[in-house]
C-alpha cells in the first residue's frame, strides 16, 4: 500500500511538471550595473574636461542612448564587462553644464549625468596701477569675474590696506579697498593678488602711496624767550626741498644738507638770530614745498610783563595777526606785539573809497588797547559803529565808503573833520545816522550824481546834536536823476540857529 501511494505522488509531480513546460514562457529580469567614474549616478567633470570610464555590469547586451555637443561615448553597445568611455571638453564658459545619459540592457536602465564646472575666470576692468596720495583713500578695483568668493593676498600690506567690501553691479564686482592715511617719511607700495577657487590666473594690481611730505625741527615745535638777544641752534629734518621766510627781527644762517637716512629724512643745521627786543613779538615759521605747508616752527620773544586786548572780531584779528601786531591768546583775547604798541597809524580795509570788494570786518572793538595809534583809517568794510573816543592818542579819522556805519562818536579827541568819503558804488543801508563828537567843526555827508545814492539807498536821517562846536554840515545827497532819499537833519537850536548848513530843499531841519 505504501508503495503504491508513493507511485501516485511520483506521478503527479511529474505530471505538474510537464504542465508547467507546456504553458508560455515567462521573460527573466534585466540588470545593468555602472561603476567607476559614476558616483550615486553623476560624473563630476572638472573645467578642462577629459576621458572618463564607466564599467558596464549587465545581464545581456547593453546599449547606450544620449546626445550632447560636448560629450562623446566610446560605443553605442557593447557586452557586459566592457567599459564604456565619456570624453569631455573643456568648459569655456562662466557658468557649469550638464548632459545626461541613459544605459539600457534588456528592460533595465541606468541614467549617468555629467556634471561639467565652469572655467573660473578674473579680468581686470580697472587699472593694475594704483597711485593715491599720503591721506586716507579708497581703491576700487573692477573686475569681471563668476567666483563665488574673492580672496586677496595683500603682500605684506595688511596694516596699512584693508578690504572694505565686495560688490556686484552691471555685471561687475567691484572690490574695495580702505588705503589709511601715511606717517611714512617715505613712499610705500604693495601688490594685491586677487583670486578665487578654481580661478588659474590671479589679478595682481600694484598700489603705491605717496610719502607723507614732511618739515619739522627737532625737538620743541614752540620756542619761547625773553626780550634778550636770542640765538636758537636747530636741526631741521626733511623729505623734501623746503623754503621758508622769517619777519625782519629774525636772521638766519644754515649749515649743509645731509642725504636722506634709512628713514626718507634728510637734515640741516641752522642758526636763528635775534636783537633784544622791547616788548614780544613772535611769528610762525612755515616751511613750505611748492604752495604746500608741510611743517612749521614758532619763535616768540617775550615781554615778562605783557600787553593784552580784547578783540570781539575774528577778522580784524586775522588782520593784525598777518600784520605781527598780536598773538592770539586764548578766544578774543590777544597779546599785543612790539609793532602794535608802537604804531601811530593803521588802516582798516581801503582807504579807496571807489574799492569795489567789502572786507568782512565788522567792528574796531579793542583798536583802543593800542597805546600809541594816532591816526585810523576805517574804509570799505561792514563796521556798524566807530566810537574813538577812548583811544589815548588818536588825533586823525579818515572814513571811505562805509555803507552800513550807524554811528559815529569821536568823545572829546582832538578830531574836528568828519567825512565819510563816498565811491562809484556807494550806497547807504541804514536808515539813520548819528554824529557825536565835542571838537567836530564840519561834517561832510554829500553824494552828488551818484547812480546808486537812491538806487539801493535807504538813508532817512542824520543827528549832529551831539556836535556842541559844529560850524557846517553839508548833507548834499542826490543822484543823477536829482532823487535823494534823505528826509531829516537833527539838530539843537543853537545849531539851527548858527550852523551853515547845505542841503536840498526837501530836507527838513528838525530842532531837538
Request: glycine share 6%; hydrophobic share 35%; net charge negative.
Amino acid at each position: 500500500m505504501k508503495k503504491f501511494i508513493s507511485m501516485m505522488a511520483m506521478a503527479m509531480v511529474m505530471l505538474w511538471s510537464c504542465q508547467e513546460k507546456d504553458g508560455p514562457e515567462v521573460a527573466a529580469p534585466g540588470k545593468v550595473e555602472l561603476s567607476g567614474s559614476v558616483t550615486d549616478g553623476q560624473i563630476a567633470v572638472g573645467p578642462d574636461g577629459g576621458e572618463f570610464q564607466v564599467n558596464v555590469t549587465s545581464s545581456e547586451d547593453w546599449r547606450v542612448s544620449g546626445i550632447s555637443d560636448w560629450v562623446t561615448v566610446s560605443a553605442e553597445s557593447g557586452k557586459s564587462g566592457q567599459p564604456l568611455t565619456f570624453t569631455v571638453m573643456p568648459n569655456d564658459d562662466t557658468k557649469s553644464r550638464t548632459a545626461t545619459f541613459k544605459v539600457f540592457s534588456a528592460d533595465a536602465v541606468q541614467a549617468v549625468t555629467l556634471v561639467q564646472s565652469p572655467m573660473y575666470k578674473m579680468s581686470l576692468v580697472s587699472e593694475d596701477t594704483v597711485q593715491v596720495s599720503s591721506d586716507a583713500n579708497q581703491v576700487a578695483v573692477k573686475l569681471v569675474s563668476n567666483v563665488e568668493e574673492v580672496s586677496v593676498d595683500f603682500g605684506g600690506a595688511e596694516n596699512w590696506v584693508k578690504l572694505n567690501n565686495v560688490s556686484d553691479a552691471l555685471g561687475k564686482k567691484i572690490v574695495l579697498f580702505d588705503v589709511s592715511r601715511s606717517q611714512e617719511f617715505k613712499g610705500r607700495s604693495a601688490v594685491l593678488t586677487l583670486s578665487g577657487e578654481g580661478v588659474t590666473e590671479p589679478i595682481s594690481v600694484f598700489v603705491s602711496q605717496a610719502q607723507r611730505d614732511t618739515a619739522f625741527v627737532e625737538g620743541e615745535q614752540s620756542i619761547i624767550k625773553g626780550l634778550e638777544a636770542l640765538s636758537l641752534n636747530l636741526v631741521l629734518k626733511s623729505n623734501v626741498d623746503v623754503t621758508y621766510s622769517l619777519p625782519s627781527w629774525l636772521r638766519k644762517t644754515e649749515g649743509s644738507v645731509t642725504e636722506k637716512d634709512d628713514t626718507g629724512l634728510k637734515t640741516q643745521e641752522i642758526t636763528l638770530t635775534a636783537d633784544a627786543s622791547s616788548g614780544s613779538r613772535g611769528t610762525t615759521i612755515s616751511f613750505r614745498s611748492g604752495s604746500k605747508t608741510v611743517g612749521s616752527l614758532f619763535v616768540k620773544q617775550q615781554n615778562p610783563n605783557p600787553v593784552f586786548a580784547e578783540i570781539p572780531d575774528e577778522n580784524l584779528r586775522y588782520l593784525l595777526e598777518s600784520k605781527g601786531w598780536i598773538i592770539p591768546d586764548d578766544g578774543i583775547k590777544c597779546e599785543l606785539l612790539g609793532d602794535a604798541i608802537n604804531a601811530t597809524s593803521l588802516v582798516i580795509g581801503s582807504a579807496d573809497p571807489n574799492s569795489y570788494s567789502s572786507d568782512p570786518i565788522t567792528s574796531i572793538e579793542g583798536l583802543e588797547s593800542l597805546p600809541n595809534l594816532e591816526s585810523l583809517t576805517v574804509g570799505c568794510v561792514n563796521v556798524e559803529k566807530i566810537d574813538v573816543s577812548n583811544y589815548p592818542k588818536l588825533n586823525e579819522l579818515n572814513l571811505a565808503n562805509l555803507n552800513r556805519l550807524s554811528e559815529i562818536n569821536t568823545g572829546n579827541r582832538p578830531i574836528t573833520h568828519i567825512k565819510n568819503a563816498p565811491g562809484t558804488y556807494s550806497y547807504i543801508q541804514i536808515q539813520n545816522i548819528v554824529i557825536k563828537g565835542e571838537n567836530i567843526v564840519d561834517i561832510d555827508y554829500s553824494v552828488i550824481n551818484n547812480y546808486y545814492v537812491d538806487y539801493e539807498s535807504a538813508l532817512e536821517s542824520i543827528d549832529v546834536t551831539e556836535c556842541p562846536k559844529l560850524e557846517s554840515i553839508n548833507v548834499m545827497r542826490y543822484n543823477s536823476w536829482g532823487e535823494s532819499s534823505l528826509r531829516y537833519l537833527y539838530m539843537t537850536a543853537a545849531q539851527a540857529e548858527s550852523v551853515s548848513v547845505t542841503k536840498l530843499d526837501k530836507v527838513e531841519i528838525v530842532v531837538k
